[in-house]
């Protein structure tokens, strides 16, 4: 079966910093480019990063640019999201997506809650 | 990286049908081939529901259905069913990143 399952959310305070990471299962992951993408509550879903099969191109929403880095460990089929000098507004659910047909495959999330 | 333009709200009795758009530019929507639309429902993680523009993944209905004309894609529900009652979200290849829709609340009367 095709998965992805987040974890590595929580509390955190503003400043702090959080890493998540995404585990992909049934698949080849070392062949798909793969997406953060989050929710804030009673919000819109909002893209938030990208990165190519093999990790070597990455790039990032305006408003997470310079604080968050995408990753990824093709021999543990693992996706990573480092989220540094975390604000409020970026309380969210986060959801590791697979790109293919369209955004194909999707976790269930993990909720990022960052208090000031 | 602005948001594509969905109406906030949609509404149709069971077995109508109802058409959701999104509205973006020459850089994101009018520019590829590559929108896709995401059903929500509370708690759950988005499904995939429409990719580029008009081709349905294994499982959906093809009451569903999605076209494109110009920087504006549409989304339509045919045979309205309760279950369809979600929250529709529109994506599209933007270049080198993703851009959704703000979103749109269908609402089965």
């Known amino acids: 079966e095709v998965q992805l399952v987040e974890s590595g959310g929580g509390l955190v305070q503003a400043g702090g910093s959080l890493r998540l990471s995404c585990a992909a299962s049934?698949?080849?992951?070392?062949?798909?480019?793969m997406h953060w993408v989050r929710q804030a509550p009673g919000k819109g879903l909002v893209w938030v990063s990208l990165i190519n099969s093999d990790g070597s191109t990455t790039t990032y929403a305006d408003s997470v640019k310079g604080r968050f880095t995408i990753s990824r460990d093709n021999a543990k089929n693992t996706l990573y999201l480092e989220m540094n000098s975390l604000r409020a507004e970026d309380t969210a659910v986060y959801y590791c997506?697979?790109?293919?047909?369209?955004?194909?495959?999707w976790g269930q999330g993990t909720l990022v809650t960052v208090s000031s | 990286q602005s948001a594509l333009t969905q109406p906030r709200s949609v509404s149709g009795s069971p077995g109508q049908s109802v058409t959701i758009s999104c509205t973006g530019t020459s850089s994101d929507v009018g520019g590829y081939n590559y929108v896709s639309w995401y059903q929500l429902h509370p708690g759950k993680a988005p499904k995939p529901m429409i990719y580029d523009v008009s081709k349905r993944p294994s499982g959906v209905p093809d009451r569903f259905s999605g076209s494109k004309s110009g920087n504006t894609a549409s989304l339509t529900i045919s045979g309205l069913q309760a279950e369809d009652e979600a929250d529709y979200y529109c994506c599209s290849w933007a270049g080198n990143s993703l851009v959704f829709g703000g979103g749109t609340k269908l609402t089965v009367l």
């Open positions: 049934g698949f080849t992951f070392s062949s798909y480019r």
């Open positions: 997506a697979r790109d293919y047909l369209g955004l194909g495959v």
